[in-house]
């Protein structure tokens, strides 16, 4: 996990408010509060196979973007994860769009085989 | 359909300076999008399917970027969004990241824009969508 060729740590996922909540491109509904959230993002970068990075910094007054590219299973993956932060500047909202389509798909039946059984299978059922 | 911020009608100034080699990517489609003349037949497009287009943020991210932020619906999906553009040391729209959500919306656009892009060059994009 590199930016800039120097390793890279999301240093807002150590830093989640108790009320956090995560969307994704490819879930449905919303993820609340910093357990949840957490596992979910924990279990997510375990399938990158890599991440490049081309832009992880300030984006707007109070959210952080990040812009980089991945693969899961073989398949080119991009990703941009917005994250915004409260005013005591913990991770309050946190979106995670992956693409294309295909990549978006099988990340989403990635995640259910690995949460199937759980209290999250929820955000990833159904997905065809 | 309005497309409104603060209050206010919007429109994206980035979408009359595409550079020529622009592309655009995102969860509803396969492949990227090259050039000009598709990416804003694609833009325009989607411009008209949604029923409105609710801005919390437009406006700079980072050095050469710019993010929206809207609220949207699709044949009554609601349909967020967040579309990152990058710009060229020109300053034209470079590089176009359209990130819908949740997933049931993203495949309802993306069907959606099937229908529209069917029998032409572009609708390679959407096809395969389950």
Partial sequence: MTYMGKPYYPLWLDNLADDVTLEAAAMDGTACGAEDVRSILVAARQEYEHQEFNYAGPCAENSFLEDYSSSVRGMPTGVV???????????????????????????????????????????????? | MASTYMGKPYYPAWLDNLADDVTGEG???????????????????????YEFQDFHYAGPCGESSFL?????????????VIVLVTFNAAGKAQRLVVNHRPRSSVLVLSRVMLERFAGTPLAKHWEGTP
């Fill in chain 2, 68 to 80: 929206e932020d809207y609220t949207s619906s699709v044949r009554g999906a609601l349909l967020y």
């Fill in chain 2, 27 to 49: 969860p509803a489609w396969d492949g990227a999008i090259q050039g000009a003349t598709a990416v804003h037949e694609v833009v325009v497009a989607a411009k008209e399917i």
């Fill in chain 1, 81 to 128: 994860v917005l994250v915004t932060f409260n005013a005591a500047r913990q991770t309050q909202h946190v979106v995670v769009n992956h693409r294309p389509r295909s990549a978006m798909l099988q990340f989403s039946r990635l995640m259910l085989e690995k949460f199937a059984g759980t209290r999250y299978a929820k955000h990833w059922q159904d997905t065809p």
